[in-house]
Nanobody
Framework: QVQLVESGGGLVQPGGSVRLSCAAS????????MYWVRQAPGKGLEWVST???????GYAESAKGRFIVSRDNAKNTVFLQMNSLKSEDTAVYYC???????WGRGTQVTVSS
């Protein structure tokens, strides 16, 4: 059974940083792409970043230069380091496996003073 569990969200001040984690189980994590997707209050899903199995990363324009995606294949975990946070980054952040069409339950990030 494929499972994804996010953690690491919380309340962060503008300009601050937070690191999200997504622990995967039930599949050979190292072989597959992983996405980070977010949903801001009252808005639709927005792709944030992709961690390719090759180690290459991709970012939405809103994340470039501020967010860094990484993965630890030994721990079956993908991370999203979020820096220079803005109020518009407030959202529920999900990890998603496109191959397995599996979503985590999400973790809330609130950027506010």
């Amino acid at each position: 059974q494929v499972q994804l569990v996010e953690s690491g969200g919380g309340l962060v001040q503008p300009g601050g940083s937070v690191r999200l984690s997504c622990a995967a189980s039930g599949f050979t994590f190292s072989s597959y792409w992983m996405y980070w997707v977010r949903q801001a209050p009252g808005k639709g899903l927005e792709w944030v970043s992709t961690s390719f199995a090759t180690g290459i990363s991709g970012y939405a324009e809103s994340a470039k230069g501020r967010f860094i995606v990484s993965r630890d294949n030994a721990k079956n975990t993908v991370f999203l380091q979020m820096n220079s946070l803005k109020s518009e980054d407030t959202a529920v952040y999900y990890c998603f496996s496109p191959t397995w069409r599996a979503w985590g339950r999400g973790t809330q990030v609130t950027v506010s003073s």
